[in-house]
C-alpha cells in the first residue's frame, strides 16, 4: 500500500495585516519582529519559540480579529518562503 505524505504550504501570496505602527517601524528598520509563542495558549503551535502570522486572504473580516485596527497589508511571495520555511495552518480567531 502506498503512504502519501501532505505537506502543508503557503499559496502564491501570502498576507501579513498589522496596524500603523507596526508598518512604520518595518519601514524604518526594515525587519519584522515576530510574535512569541510563550503567551497564552492560542500562540503555542509547533516546537518554536517565535512565529510569524500570515493570511491566506487579506480580507480583514476573515484574517483579522474583529475590532482591531488594521492599516496595512504586507504581502509575502509565498512560493519563496516555502523554499526556507515550514508553514502550520492555525485557525487563530476560532
Known amino acids: 500500500m502506498?503512504?502519501?505524505?501532505?505537506d502543508e504550504a503557503l499559496?502564491?501570496?501570502?498576507?501579513?495585516?498589522?496596524n500603523l505602527s507596526n508598518i512604520l517601524n518595518i519601514l524604518k528598520t526594515n525587519h519584522l519582529n515576530l510574535s512569541s509563542g510563550l503567551g497564552s495558549r492560542?500562540?503555542?503551535?509547533?516546537?518554536?519559540?517565535?512565529?510569524?502570522?500570515?493570511?491566506?486572504?487579506?480580507s480583514l473580516r476573515i484574517?483579522?480579529?474583529?475590532?482591531?485596527k488594521?492599516?496595512?497589508?504586507?504581502?509575502?511571495d509565498g512560493n519563496k518562503l516555502n523554499h526556507n520555511f515550514k508553514s502550520l495552518p492555525v485557525d487563530y480567531w476560532g
Do not use: C, M
Not at 2 to 6: D, G, H, I, M, S
Not at 63 to 68: D, L
Open 2 to 6: 502506498r503512504e502519501v505524505l501532505l
Open 11 to 18: 499559496s502564491p501570496e501570502a498576507y501579513h495585516l498589522t
Open 42 to 58: 492560542a500562540d503555542q503551535y509547533g516546537d518554536k519559540f517565535f512565529y510569524l502570522s500570515i493570511s491566506r486572504t487579506k
Open 63 to 68: 484574517g483579522y480579529k474583529a475590532g482591531q
Open 70 to 76: 488594521v492599516i496595512g497589508v504586507i504581502i509575502f
